[in-house]
């Protein structure tokens, strides 16, 4: 599928980059915490509660973004698979958004909420990117979702292995606002993705070249 589909190929990058940063975060969080806050073992694992309230957030938002389209599609309205896509020009923004909040925030030791006010917005991101992606490749491949969905976990699966090999490298390195500022800008640079395939995946999914025959 990564192969065949340039759309499965790009929302999968798409993907990767915010799950591969969710899992940065999950094992350097501990390190931060401790070390700018000096909180304890037990206090440090607290710090994880802003992607959960992040997620939850997300979900909500992706709830009412599904709801908005099914009534519309019990209006009689065109329903296209890309259109499940929209949650993700919020959620691309979000995510570099939430890491140079949470990255200045955390190197000048601003009061320990409010980096964790930041790791929520990447919460949010990345399930505004992640929840609808896996619903277009399902209403987008039909018979093939099951395809396009494993090429997805592939990729993200890599990206989840190793960036975090990478994160306390680049913090040792460049700190903790360069190095969060460092990851922003490359989220950033992902972002009009999804506008490409918001405007052009159609047109891609149904081109002749690209036509799958697994």
Known sequence: MLCKSPVVLILSLQLAVGYGYLYLLFTTFIFVFEGQYHFNAGAAGLSYLGLGVGFLIGLLANGLSSDYLAKREAKGGEIKPESRLAPLLIGTLLI??????????????????????????????????????????????????????????????????????????????????????????????????????MKYGERIRLHPRFQLDL
């Open 96 to 197: 570099p958004a939430g890491l140079i909040w949470y990255g200045w925030t955390a190197e000048f030791h601003v009061h320990w909420i409010v980096p964790i006010i930041g790791t929520s917005l990447i919460g949010i991101g990345v399930n505004l990117i992640w929840v609808p992606i896996q619903s277009y490749l399902i209403d987008a491949f039909t018979i093939y979702a099951a395809s396009a969905i494993a090429a997805n976990t592939v990729v993200r699966s890599i990206f989840g292995v190793v960036l975090p090999l990478a994160g306390q490298p680049l913090y040792d390195r460049l700190g903790l606002g360069w190095g969060n500022t460092l990851l922003a800008f490359i989220a950033l640079a992902t972002a009009p993705l999804a506008w490409l395939i």
